[in-house]
């Protein structure tokens, strides 16, 4: 019996950074949603835990120190008698990118495990263990649009999106996540200057999206842009492209989204990046 799930892309419509705590982590507040395209993960029940990994970019996720081998173990030791098994990850999305690619690994081979094992996936092992693998995987274990606060842990409840249509655009630059957030250089009890996040109503028709979007912002952008260049080279290709209403950076970078107006224009979008960008990752993709 051979288990199979998605692992879409995170992709951070927002993201506002209010400070640093006390204990070092950066509270954040962030309307996360997720893509159609992502990686996909299998698990074959065995008497343990292995991983296997293909596709376009296997090399750069690697095996050993994978965050599916992390979160599996992790679940392990908060569930003694897990059944576990060989996993198998086609790995398609970008690695240090900013769509929580390995965080999404991970959460999808705690739903595997859970399935397996007849576990909610409200279980406090699981929530555990997904906390203690990574700060995105709580929110990616669920994969569907909600607000995310604190330094990842705070959840709100599933928010009800229009259509949108988007471009992912990665110009091939990996970046690392602590490098931008020592970017910001806020000590400890420091607040982030700023207007505050607006109000993410639980349902929300296009124009109201769009007013929140235009009110909010994403805070790394900047420093992930003076660490990467080509983040605003990115960018700026995006909102030059026909139907763009929306060009902005996801979670800590390098990857940028557009949003269209329908689907053929994000196709045509992500065409044209692939023209003038042979080099670069582009997918066009739905969110929710």
């Known amino acids: ?27 954040l507040e962030s309307l996360v949603a997720f893509a159609g395209t992502g990686d996909s993960l299998c698990l074959e029940p065995g008497e343990s835990v292995s991983l296997s990994v293909a596709g376009p970019t296997a090399p750069q996720a690697g ?7 992390t979160a599996a173990r992790a679940l392990a030791e908060r569930r003694p008698g897990l059944q576990t098994g060989a996993f198998r990850l086609v790995k398609r999305l970008p690695v240090a990118a900013g769509l929580g690619g390995g965080s999404a690994d991970a959460a999808a081979a705690l ?83 700023g207007a505050p996040h607006p109000t993410v109503p639980p349902r929300l028709e296009a124009a109201e999206l769009r007013a929140v979007l235009r009110a909010s912002r994403n805070d790394l952008e900047p420093a992930a842009t003076k660490l990467a260049p080509a983040i605003g080279e990115a960018l700026a290709l995006m909102r030059e492209l026909p ?29 044209a990046i692939r023209a003038r960008r042979p080099n670069w990752w582009a997918k066009p993709t739905g969110l929710r």
């Open 63 to 69: 095996t050993d120190d994978n965050l599916v081998l």
């Open 243 to 271: 139907g763009c209403f929306l060009a902005r950076m996801s979670g800590s970078g390098a990857t940028v989204f557009g949003l269209f107006e329908n689907r053929a224009a994000s196709g045509s979008a992500a065409a």
């Open 111 to 193: 739903r595997l495990l859970a399935r397996l094992n007849d576990v909610g996936l409200d279980d406090p092992a699981v929530v555990d263990a997904a906390r203690a693998t990574g700060a995105d995987v709580p929110v990616c274990l669920k994969p569907r649009a909600c607000m995310m606060g604190g330094a990842g842990e705070v959840l709100g409840l599933p928010l009800r999106l229009p259509p949108l249509y988007a471009v992912l655009a990665n110009p091939g630059v990996p970046v690392a996540t602590a490098a931008v957030f020592r970017e910001l250089a806020l000590q400890p009890g420091e607040r982030m200057p």
């Open 1 to 27: 019996m051979t288990l199979t799930t998605r692992a879409p892309a995170k992709v951070n419509l927002t993201l506002h950074v209010l400070g640093r705590r006390a204990d070092g982590y950066h509270e």
